[in-house]
C-alpha cells in the first residue's frame, strides 16, 4: 500500500516531470520552426532575379506579363533605370506590333523568337502626342524587351544574336 507521503512525493515527480518534457517539446518545437523560417528565408533570398544576359553583361527584367501589364507598357514613366529593363510575353509567336504612345523616354526595343534569337531592334523615340507610330517587325516574335535607347548598341547587341534570359 501506499502511503500519504509517497503519493504526495510521486505526484510532486510527475507534476515536475510533466512540466521538464513540457518545456522540452516546447524548445524543440521552437526549433524546428527556427529551421523552417531560416530554409524559407533562405529560400527567398536565392530566388533568382528575372533577368537576361549578353555579352557578360546582365540586365535585370521588369516582367509585363497580363495583356493590362502590356498594354501600359512604359507608359508615362519618366525614367527606366540603365540596367533594369522590361520584358514582354506574348502568348503565341505572331508579328506583335508596338507602339510609343505616352511614352516619355527614348527606348531600344528587341524582339525575340525561339531560343530568345533576336530577331528585330528597333530604336523608338518617345511620344507625346495621339497619333504615335506603329513599329511592325518583319519577323514573328514570342518576347520583347524595351531598353533605354543606344543600349543595345553600348553591349553589341544585333539581329542573330543569342540572348541568355533567366527567367
Not at 72 to 88: C, N, Q, V
Not at 108 to 126: E, F, H
Not at 134 to 152: F, M, Q, R, T
Request: aromatic share 14%; net charge neutral; hydrophobic share 45%.
Amino acid at each position: 500500500m501506499w502511503k500519504e507521503n509517497d503519493k504526495k512525493v510521486l505526484n510532486s515527480f510527475l507534476k515536475w516531470f510533466a512540466i521538464i518534457i513540457s518545456i522540452k517539446l516546447a524548445i524543440i518545437f521552437f526549433f524546428f520552426l527556427h529551421i523552417q523560417n531560416k530554409t524559407i528565408n533562405s529560400k527567398q533570398e536565392t530566388k533568382q532575379i528575372p533577368n537576361f544576359c549578353f555579352n557578360e553583361k546582365c540586365i535585370n527584367l521588369e516582367i509585363a506579363k497580363t495583356p493590362q501589364e502590356r498594354e501600359l507598357w512604359l507608359m508615362f514613366r519618366e525614367t527606366l533605370e540603365k540596367d533594369s529593363w522590361m520584358f514582354f510575353s506574348f502568348d503565341w509567336l505572331w508579328k506583335h506590333s508596338i507602339w510609343m504612345k505616352n511614352t516619355l523616354i527614348p527606348l531600344d526595343i528587341i524582339r525575340l523568337t525561339t531560343g530568345y534569337k533576336v530577331v528585330d531592334i528597333v530604336s523608338a523615340p518617345p511620344c507625346k502626342q495621339e497619333d504615335c507610330p506603329i513599329y511592325k517587325p518583319n519577323n514573328d516574335n514570342l518576347w520583347a524587351i524595351e531598353i533605354n535607347s543606344g543600349v543595345a548598341n553600348e553591349i553589341w547587341l544585333k539581329t542573330g544574336d543569342t540572348i541568355n534570359l533567366n527567367i
